[in-house]
């Protein structure tokens, strides 16, 4: 496989053909790796359940839609060729809709792919429009169900209360503690710095320019995060303010042709490739009681690296939580290399925690020697169940 990597990365049409019989075979990886933990060469273990996503650009309807003539494909079919060898009992898989059908072409002959559906992440009053697919694929050798199995579409039913969060909640660097709630020191000054830094931003143009671009923009504005923003983002900022004043927008695209903006009390989706997604003052000003309270010191700006993170469903406030033995957020460990950025895309690529909770929740309950009783001996779904119980009453 070494020698046919680069080939393939090369020629990814050919990179199905080529990976599919050797997925039929589970032959062409090896299960044995060096382990950072031991320090030496260890065997992959099998987990009890593989909770993960693909990449899902070529898939999407604002990726590449090349579908399986894509670079990804290579890696995506390497994921499977994992799966094939290690064999996983359960996986917990999100992507987007219509990729049932290269999960049933990879993995149909290991796996049982029937029981998923399809809902958005607003339906349990999370306040990002994010629909998704979600599937509890279970080996053909392992189809052991719980008595009180409910099909997935109808246990995240019984969940959703609606969205009553607005998006107006995720913009909080501004509040007196946000140094508690940023996985990046001192976020607001570095990202605005990174965004007059680009040659592109009205910061680095000739003051005839900085006139002419000023004059397509609110006077009344003076937020110092104006500065960085370009010339087409400002064009895109005047034209979205025109047709929907008081959202959030995605700098990157055309308001008149492809506009991505928030619709009511929901962000528009979180893509990998987000570019600014930009509020108002008056925007962020505009939600109800409970987030006015928030936003009365906020400036028009753009969103920051871990607000994103938020949007996602990731924590960013350090806890102690050491006494459970795991730590709740990655981010915790300190990465002198991590900018807004970088997080961003981390942020774009990732799968909702929550949606993910839930997800992991129901194959807890529906599949394994696990029962619907002791299933709360895990800390994790101890901590989201009590969370789900307290938001429902």
Known sequence: MRIELPFLLANPDKALDTLLPLIKRAT??????????HNKHCEWPQAKRHVCTFSCTSHSTQGSRKRSADHTMVYIGLWALQRA??????????????????????LGHLYNFDDNTTYDIQELDWPVARNRYYCIAVHNSYGMRCPLYTPLSDFVQQFFVGLRNCWQMLFYMHLEDASSMTVIDDELRRD???????????????????????????????????????HMESLHLSGYRELWPNHCYSLMQNPWDHPSKSHGRSLQCIIKSTGLYWADQ??????DAKTQSYHTRSLSRHMMGSEFLTGQGFRVRPQDT???GYTQSSFNIPCSARCGQHVKSQAGNAVNINAMGLLMLASYCHYGQRTVADQFDDPFLKAFSMAIAQHRR
């Open 282 to 287: 008056s925007a962020l000003q505009a939600g």
């Open 322 to 324: 050491t006494h459970l």
């Open 28 to 37: 062409g990886v090896s299960r044995v790796s060096w382990c950072f933990t």
């Open 192 to 230: 605005l710095q990174w965004a007059k830094d680009r040659p592109s931003s009205l910061a680095n143009l000739p003051d005839a320019m900085n006139d002419f671009v000023g004059a397509t923009m609110s006077p009344d504005n003076d937020s110092p995060f104006l500065a960085g923003i370009n």
């Open 85 to 106: 060898v290690v064999e996983e009992p359960i996986l917990c898989l999100e992507n987007v809709p219509g990729i049932t059908y290269l999960l049933q072409l990879l």
